[in-house]
């Protein structure tokens, strides 16, 4: 059963999991707000407008140096470990709109934290974003681990949602929620280093 994660908490992978874990998948899920407006609105193009969230992997080494990134301009990480789904730029539909799979087993081992978050794009904020959560999904057998659910709206237009990192010789999983700004990956960087 998954665990529902709260800001701040860690869990080990593997106890939660109940199984040495080779590969797992961050997802990403949201929806636009509906805006009320009643008949007039919907007949004039009101209601739910299309929000572009992006999901991205940061892999950073021992000693805090950001080694690559994995987003929706750079698919997959230099070493073929972590594959991004590609860019999904309205959350519209059932289940994850963005998915970032890691193959463990395969992370080089200079790599200590792989940290995942959310931007804007198109420069909206989290006023205008609802049911955002990430979740973590064993890679073989697509059962879900842990669950975090993405729920401060604000003025921000970006969130550090979480990290997985190697301690004492296994993976653990860090629910950061971490509001920040930023359009596109590289201007959330100043923000993740406090949390390595």
């Known amino acids: ?111 200590k934290s792989l940290v995942f978050t959310v931007s804007n794009y198109t420069g909206q904020n989290f006023s205008e974003v609802a049911n955002a959560y990430c979740r973590l999904i064993n890679g073989d057998n697509g059962q879900e681990i842990a669950r975090y659910n993405l729920s401060a709206q604000g003025n921000h237009t970006a969130q550090i949602m979480a990290k997985i990192y190697r301690h004492n010789g296994e993976w653990k999983m860090h629910a950061i929620g971490e509001n920040s700004i930023g359009s596109t990956p590289d201007k959330i960087i100043p923000r993740i280093l406090p949390h390595l």
């Open 1 to 111: 059963m998954a665990v529902n994660l709260t800001k701040g908490q860690k869990i080990s992978l593997e106890k939660e999991s109940g199984t040495k874990l080779n590969s797992v998948v961050m997802g990403l899920g949201w929806d636009a707000v509906k805006k009320s407006g009643g008949f007039l609105s919907g007949l004039l193009g009101g209601g739910a407008k299309e929000v572009d969230l992006d999901a991205s992997c940061f892999l950073f080494d021992d000693a805090g140096v950001l080694v690559d990134v994995v987003f929706f301009n750079h698919l997959c990480s230099n070493d073929g470990s972590i594959q991004h789904s590609g860019d999904n730029r309205t959350g519209a539909g059932d289940g994850d709109d963005e998915q970032i799979a890691v193959a463990l087993n395969r992370v080089p081992s200079n790599i």
